[in-house]
Every structure is written in structure tokens, then in C-alpha cells.
């Protein structure tokens, strides 16, 4: 049989962006994750790009029941549809155990069971000191990645040039946690390489992490990806809105004013003509319209 002209896929227009909004489901979505999820949203879908959703569900002791099912729903109500199934990071112990193997026989990672105030006498920076004992501590102990005298640089399309000396500014950093639990920075990177993550559109406490998982994707020949990082929203001490500080939840009911006051938030100038309008049409502006470099480049705004 023929094929028939339409049946062909135009490869010109098909764009390798792949980004990604990966909530932990500690509580519902406020208006601080609001803006990491829609400014993802938008950059991916304005560069014709993938958006694929991840539920970072590995602290279970932090996580109310129903938080992921809650933050699904909220952005459906607010019109931001993902593609593909939700990844669930619980669903991928074996893939985290399996690096963790590499890791260990290549001798790049090792116990270590020093308390946090031994750390803090350290100066905050872990000084390497149980990289060569000769006895493994007792249990429980976590499980350090070797860093090495080496500067991470990387260019934020948002904030520009962030650069770190792993070794001296962070130190070997934890990819199991005392707890057994498997640490974020391990996770997110297998998780980024696993979904094929070309771009990541997060929140700015998220930067500094950032040079460790540049590290960790050199260290198991992984791809590199884009990274942006915008404003956290902060309260009136200076705290950082968090599900933990109890920041309200986005109430549905009311997407169009949480989606304006969004947009206004990540410098996009939303005209007030579509201030009410319903949250598909103004997202239907907002990505027509998104331009990454309106973003304040700073770290934190107060919530107004
Ligand atoms: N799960 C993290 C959070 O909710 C975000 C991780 C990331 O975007 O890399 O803060």
C-alpha cells in the first residue's frame, strides 16, 4: 500500500525540546511552584518542545497523602497539560540502585556516618573525611560521591554565568541518605537523563545545586542539558514561599487571577485585556508571547 503524502512526518518542525516540571508532592501547589510549572510550561511549549511531568515522591515521610493527585489536578485546572504518562520517582528505585552499583564498583563513592554537627564544625563544607578509612562505619551511615579540585561553570539562560569549585565550595555530597532514602541530586539526574531532558526551567534555590548534577552527568557520560533558573517568590521575612511555611494553595476556582498575577510575576506584561479572560486563552498569549530574557535576573521577589 501507499503511503499517502499526509501520513509523512515533517521533520522540520518536529523540535528536540524536552523540558520538565518535577514537584516533590509535600503539599499542594502554591504560588511559588506555581511559577516554576509555568515557566517551564511556557518555554517548552514556545519552542515547540515537549513538556513531561515528574512526581519527585522519594521522602514518603514528607509527603501527605494525596499531594501528587492534588498538584496533577491544580494544573489541569489551570489548563497546563503535560505530555506523555507522569513519571513517579518511587516507580524507580531499581534505576537509582543500579547507578549507585556503578558508582561503588568504580570506587567513586563511599559510607560515611558524620553527624551534622561534625560537619558544621567543618565550616558547612564536608572535608572528606571518611574517604579513607579503612573500616566502613557501623550502620546507619550515607553514602558520598567523591568531588574533585575542579571548577563546574555553567551559562543560566536566565541568571548567566554560575560557577563553582566543587571540592572547596560543597564537598563530597550525599547520594544516599543516612535514612536509606536515595538523595534528590542522585535521582534528578538519573530522572533527566532517563526522560531525555534537553532543558530545565526551575526555581532559583535550585542553582547551587545545580554544578553537582553537571558533575554527576560527567561522571556517568551523560548528556548535558539548558538550564534557567527564575526568582523564587519570598514572604515578608524573607522566607522562601514553601509548602513547609505553610504558603496558601492555589485555589482553582480562581486560575485566571493566579495565572495573570503569574505572568506578571515572570515579567511578561499580560495586557489587562486578558486579565479575565479564561486560563486556556491567556496561556494561549502567554506562550505566543514568552520571552525567557523578561525574567528578573535576581534570586528572590517579595510576594506583593
Ligand atoms: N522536586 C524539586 C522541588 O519540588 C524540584 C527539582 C528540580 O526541578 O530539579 O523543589
Redesign the pocket.
Known amino acids: 500500500m501507499q503511503k499517502s503524502a499526509s501520513s509523512q512526518i515533517d521533520t522540520s518542525t518536529i523540535s528536540s525540546y524536552v523540558g520538565?516540571?518535577?514537584?516533590?508532592p509535600?503539599g499542594p501547589l502554591h504560588f511559588g511552584?506555581l511559577l516554576?510549572a509555568l515557566a517551564s510550561f511556557l518555554d517548552a511549549r514556545a519552542n515547540q518542545g515537549r513538556w513531561l511531568m515528574r512526581v519527585?515522591d522519594l521522602d514518603p515521610p514528607r509527603e501527605p497523602a494525596g499531594s501528587a493527585e492534588l498538584i496533577l489536578q491544580q494544573l489541569q485546572d489551570l489548563g497546563m497539560d503535560w505530555d506523555g504518562e507522569v513519571l513517579y520517582q518511587s516507580s524507580r528505585l531499581n534505576a537509582y540502585e543500579e547507578v549507585l552499583n556503578t558508582l561503588k564498583d568504580k570506587r567513586l563513592c563511599y559510607p560515611c556516618d558524620c553527624t551534622r554537627p561534625k560537619i558544621k564544625e567543618m565550616g558547612l563544607v564536608y572535608n572528606g573525611s571518611c574517604r579513607e578509612r579503612d573500616t566502613p562505619p557501623e550502620k546507619p551511615f550515607a553514602l558520598r560521591l567523591k568531588t574533585e579540585a575542579l571548577e563546574i561553570g555553567f551559562n543560566d539562560a536566565i541568571q548567566g554565568n554560575f560557577a563553582q569549585q566543587l571540592e572547596a565550595e560543597v564537598g563530597d555530597f550525599v547520594i544516599r541518605r543516612k535514612d536509606e532514602l536515595f538523595a534528590?541530586q542522585l535521582a534528578?539526574v538519573v530522572d533527566d537523563e532517563f526522560q531525555k531532558i534537553t532543558h530545565?526551567v526551575?526555581?532559583w534555590?535550585?542553582l547551587d545545586?545545580t554544578p553537582r548534577q553537571i558533575y554527576l552527568q560527567r561522571v556517568l557520560n551523560y548528556r548535558e542539558m539548558s538550564y534557567a533558573h527564575i526568582p523564587i517568590i519570598v514572604d515578608e521575612q524573607g522566607q522562601k514561599l514553601s509548602k513547609q511555611a505553610f504558603a496558601p494553595s492555589i485555589e482553582t476556582d480562581r486560575a485566571s487571577d493566579a495565572i495573570y498575577k503569574a505572568l506578571t510575576f515572570l515579567g511578561q506584561a499580560p495586557p489587562a485585556e486578558i486579565e479575565k479572560e479564561r486560563p486556556d486563552t491567556q496561556l494561549q498569549w502567554a506562550i505566543a508571547s514568552w520571552d525567557i530574557q523578561a525574567v528578573a535576573k535576581v534570586g528572590s521577589l517579595p510576594l506583593k
Open positions: 520538565r516540571f518535577a514537584p516533590s509535600t511552584s516554576a519527585e534528590y534528578v530545565v526551575r526555581g534555590d535550585l545545586s
